[in-house]
T-cell receptor, first 117, second 112 residues
Framework: DADVTQTPRNRITKTGKRIMLECSQTKGHDRMYWYRQDPGLGLRLIYYSFDVKDINKGEISDGYSVSRQAQAKFSLSLESAIPNQTALYFC????????????????FGPGTRLTVL | GNSVTQMEGPVTLSEEAFLTINCTYTATGYPSLFWYVQYPGEGLQLLLKATKADDKGSNKGFEATYRKETTSFHLEKGSVQVSDSAVYFCALSGSNTGKLIFGQGTTLQVKP
């Protein structure tokens, strides 16, 4: 079984619709992240969370919101989807301790391909 | 702010050729540096990392050395295989939040 799962894997929606992308992990990690990937731009951070009470904006949070329902679950919502939110979305986790925060590996889910028409 | 720049792709090589993918960074302090690989249809996975200057990360025949004097972390492999075809991302983590800053990715295609 995958350690970091994302649902749905693919989604097509229309402009103005509300949509939620879900992420679950069985790695027991405290930190969770949401990124979007666009061709030629790499991955950019949307939101990140250190625990259920600690949510932080990333570099491109406008138009998105998140919810950390439990240590293992971190959801990303688009309240009113627009076409330029068409992208590949990744959830990632990392441990709080270990190699040192800056050196800790992030573990990625398989991604959700979102298309907004 | 912190940033990462990778060489433009795609890079097309024949099997057993030598690979170099250039990566340079801008950061204050002492970031950790990473190479992630994304195989078709999959999420990213860590390929190698280095956490301080002059460290060499290595894995699966790939190597990269953390060069603070040139602010670089170039990825190399002596003999590529078709199975190495993927997108490669250079990234840095420069703060205690653990946030990653990614380069734009370089697509590698290896032909038999």
């Amino acid at each position: 079984d995958a350690d970091v799962t994302q649902t749905p894997r693919n989604r097509i929606t229309k402009t103005g619709k509300r949509i939620m992308l879900e992420c679950s992990q069985t790695k027991g990690h405290d930190r969770m992240y949401w990124y979007r990937q666009d061709p030629g731009l790499g991955l950019r951070l949307i939101y990140y969370s250190f625990d259920v009470k600690d949510i932080n904006k990333g570099e491109i949070s406008d138009g998105y919101s998140v919810s950390r329902q439990a240590q293992a679950k971190f959801s990303l919502s688009l309240e009113s989807a627009i076409p330029n939110q068409t992208a590949l979305y990744f959830c990632a986790t990392s441990p709080l301790r270990g190699a040192g925060v800056r050196g800790n590996e992030q573990f990625f889910g398989p991604g959700t391909r979102l298309t907004v028409l | 702010g912190n940033s990462v720049t990778q060489m433009e792709g795609p890079v097309t090589l024949s099997e057993e050729a030598f690979l170099t993918i250039n990566c340079t960074y801008t950061a204050t302090g002492y970031p950790s540096l990473f190479w992630y690989v994304q195989y078709p249809g999959e999420g990213l996975q860590l390929l190698l990392k280095a956490t301080k200057a002059d460290d060499k990360g290595s894995n699966k025949g790939f190597e990269a050395t953390y060069r603070k004097e040139t602010t670089s972390f170039h990825l190399e492999k002596g003999s590529v295989q078709v199975s190495d075809s993927a997108v490669y991302f250079c990234a840095l983590s420069g703060s205690n939040t653990g946030k990653l800053i990614f380069g734009q990715g370089t697509t590698l295609q290896v032909k038999p």
